[in-house]
């Protein structure tokens, strides 16, 4: 069997967007901590701080300032912020899968977890011919995939925000 390098898994933009939920922990201010989901508008309203504009900063970046926030309010603030769902970036699985929809895309996704995600193949599924469609700088392509070759570890195929996977029906 012929070893492959595995393709790199591309930077992804995981910053926050509507709808996603993040976990906000004040060490020693359990009044202040507290789950958060994004409003429509990128806003949260926040204890002490009022509405932060929290859509495009990473969970890094919005620690840094409500820490920053919070030092009129106490001394020596702690601050983390870890992102619970990410429910601003999908990717699309229909086709020959047992539950098609759209599922919430997480860093390096690969094609194998979506499918996965979505119920796994039906018997029907054309193993072969899955095909990706993505959307990128105003023009729209699209790329067959061999779920075989991922199946047995000569190929990985890293999906993105947005992404739409379908699995077509094998013939007879």
Known sequence: MA?????????V???LGPQDVFDVRVFGEPD????YRVAADGTIDFPLIGRLT???????QLS?????KLQ?????????????????KKVTVYGQVHHPGTINYVDQMTIAQAVSMAGGLTAMAARESARVTRKRDGKTETVVV???????G???????????????????
Not at 64 to 68: F, H, L, P, Y
């Open 154 to 172: 000569t190929q990985t195929y890293y999906l993105q925000p947005g992404d739409e996977v379908f699995i077509p029906e094998r013939l007879f």
């Open 72 to 88: 009129e309010y106490l001394k020596h603030p702690q601050v983390s912020v870890l992102l619970r769902e990410t429910n601003s």
């Open 13 to 15: 933009d995981m910053s």
């Open 54 to 60: 929290v859509r495009g900063k990473t969970p890094a």
């Open 3 to 11: 070893v492959r390098t595995v393709e790199q898994p591309p930077v």
């Open 64 to 68: 840094d300032e409500i820490q920053s």
């Open 32 to 35: 202040m901590s507290g789950t």
């Open 146 to 152: 061999n779920l075989k070759a991922v199946a047995n």
